[in-house]
Antibody, heavy 116, light 108 residues
Framework: EVQLVESGGGLVQPGGSLRLSCAASGFSFSAYWMHWVRQAPGKGLEWVANIKEDETEKYYVGSVKGRFTISRDNAKNSLYLQMNSLRPEDTAVYYC?????????WGQGILVTVSS | QSALTQPPSASGSPGQSVTISCTGTSVGVYNYVSWYQQHPGKAPKLMIYEVSKRPSGVPDRFSGSKSGNTASLTVSGLQAEDEADYYCNAFAGYNNLVFGGGTKLTVL
């Protein structure tokens, strides 16, 4: 059974940093693109970033370019999102999702709140 | 980055069929359209990928199609548990992915 478990969320002040982690199990992690998707409170889904199996390609939505960095450790079956210069509009539940044919599997999500 | 437009709401009675549309330029260019169901407080669930393919475990009451720049999700034989938010997603070129704004499906 595929499991994706996010951690590292919480309350941070504007301008601050957080690092989200996603622990994967139940599938061959190193064989899949992985994604981060977020959902602001009461709003729709927004794709944030993705990363190729071997980390050679990484892509971001325009609003986070230069501030967020996606990475992975295939030896640890883990996906990360380093978030710097956080803004109130980054407040959202962040999901990690397994790529392939659509976003086939999702974590339970982790809340990030950016507020003073 | 192209936008995907969905109607904010849709509804139908139990047993009826409902179709939700998703319109955008990238829908017409690429065959990478997927649909997600999200119940309140839950993570999204993949219902359709690559326009019309159903993952294992998804009831065949759910079907997808595409015509020009519009993709559609049809839910046949509506059931109470189908009441949820539905989102389309498409490859938008330049290595970007984009979601539609979501449609709240109400089972009357």
């Amino acid at each position: 059974e595929v499991q994706l478990v996010e951690s590292g969320g919480g309350l941070v002040q504007p301008g601050g940093s957080l690092r989200l982690s996603c622990a994967a199990s139940g599938f061959s992690f190193s064989a899949y693109w992985m994604h981060w998707v977020r959902q602001a409170p009461g709003k729709g889904l927004e794709w944030v970033a993705n990363i190729k199996e071997d980390e050679t390609e990484k892509y971001y939505v325009g609003s986070v370019k230069g501030r967020f960095t996606i990475s992975r450790d295939n030896a640890k079956n883990s996906l990360y999102l380093q978030m710097n210069s956080l803004r109130p509009e980054d407040t959202a539940v962040y999901y990690c999702a397994k790529g392939g044919r659509g976003f086939g599997d999702w974590g339970q999500g982790i809340l990030v709140t950016v507020s003073s | 980055q192209s936008a995907l437009t969905q109607p904010p709401s849709a509804s139908g009675s139990p047993g009826q069929s409902v179709t939700i549309s998703c319109t955008g330029t990238s829908v017409g260019v690429y065959n990478y359209v997927s649909w997600y169901q999200q119940h309140p407080g839950k993570a999204p669930k993949l219902m359709i990928y690559e326009v019309s393919k159903r993952p294992s475990g998804v009831p065949d009451r759910f079907s997808g199609s595409k015509s020009g720049n519009t993709a559609s999700l049809t839910v046949s034989g509506l059931q109470a548990e189908d009441e949820a938010d539905y989102y389309c997603n498409a490859f938008a070129g330049y290595n970007n992915l984009v979601f539609g704004g979501g449609t709240k499906l109400t089972v009357l």
